[in-house]
């Protein structure tokens, strides 16, 4: 993972001080729960379960984790790990953001890093959502300019404002380059289906789509059962979900910034309540494109030229992809 200014830097200090200073707040290790509603390998759990995995080898931390962990039964869990020592909790909120909130108030002494929809909580209550619209607009210039049919499809769970936004941001960026680009909208009711998934890829493509966005698993292996190509989300599809010859690149989320910014504020007795939101954006490392694998010689050289243009546009700050939590239609 590439660490981008501040971020980088934050890390590079950390273990300057921890190495010249082995008894200095930094260099000591603290202990971080992590608690998941899903299987740590569904891959959006997998994320945080992969930065606190790292923080643990970087030696900053000791890391203890539940997975499966129901919503009915999340706040006996965080109480539970909130009265054994734990300094930092990273996990989950959503459905439960304000029985959370409240368990994060009783415990004013332990810091709360949280996936919610909502904001930023009391003293201790961080919050955190996947913002990878960045590289989704990316993929959608190159999806718009690999379509044959201008009909792309969206495969995606719920129509909530984390999923919403990515599409949107697709959406456009295909516009960009292709106007006459057209899309098929559709969201399967579930996080992990891939059956139904794979049914909705199919009654798709019966209606011209040569081009699949996979936010959700199961519909990259229809597509290639079709031959054609699709779009990755989260996890390197291409590389972890066998998309080998279907996966052109995936937009990925990284959260190892985000956790070790957090990590050192705990260790440095600042940890505050804010929104992570800039943490898991392009400019400081929580997302970015894949590499296109074999795929790297079938995209127009015209196409990655322009993409790797607004890549360092979006870096720099001279290009803003909007964020729109509207849930997409279909426009054929």
């Known amino acids: 993972m590439k660490l981008f200014g501040f971020a980088k830097s934050v890390v590079l200090v950390a273990l300057l001080v921890a190495a010249l200073f082995p008894g200095s707040a930094l260099a000591e290790k603290i202990k971080v729960a992590g608690i998941y509603t899903q299987p740590i390998q569904q891959k959006w759990d997998a994320v945080l379960h992969k930065g606190l995995v790292k923080a643990q080898k970087d030696g900053l931390i000791e890391y203890v984790y539940s997975e499966k962990v129901a919503n009915t039964d999340y706040v006996r869990v965080l109480r539970e790990y909130a009265e054994s020592g734990v300094k930092l909790v990273v996990g989950e909120a959503f459905g439960i953001s304000r029985e ?75 516009k960009a380059v292709n106007p006459k680009a057209e899309f098929k909208v559709s969201f399967i009711g579930s996080w992990y289906d891939p059956p139904k998934a794979k049914e909705f890829a199919y009654a798709q493509m019966e209606a011209g789509v040569d081009v699949l966005y996979a936010e959700r698993a199961g519909v990259v292996d229809a597509a290639r059962s079709k031959g054609i190509i699709a779009f990755g989300n989260v996890n390197d599809m291409n590389k972890e979900e066998n998309g080998k010859d279907v996966v052109v690149t ?32 392009m400019a400081k490392g929580g997302a970015s494109l894949s590499p296109y694998y074999e795929f790297e010689d079938r995209i127009p050289a015209d196409t990655k030229a322009r993409v790797e243009e607004t890549k360092k546009r979006i870096l720099s700050g001279d290009f803003v992809v909007k964020i729109n939590d509207e849930e997409p239609k279909s426009t054929f």
């Not at 044959?148 to 499809?153: A, D, E, P, R, Y």
């Not at 956790?259 to 440095?268: C, E, R």
């Open 100 to 174: 959370a909130r409240k368990v994060a108030k009783d415990y004013p002494e332990v810091a709360f890093l949280m996936g919610d929809s909502f904001g930023p909580a009391g003293d201790n209550f961080s919050v955190f959502d996947n913002y990878i619209h960045e590289p989704c607009y990316l993929m959608g210039m190159i999806a718009g300019s690999m379509t044959k049919t201008n009909k792309i499809g969206m495969i995606g769970g719920y129509p909530i404002g984390e999923v919403n936004r990515l599409f949107h941001a697709f959406m456009e960026g295909a």
């Open 250 to 281: 995936s937009a990925l989320w990284h959260m190892e910034a985000a956790i070790a910014h957090a990590i050192n504020l705990v260790k440095q007795g600042e940890f505050k309540s804010a929104d992570y939101k800039e943490w898991t954006m």
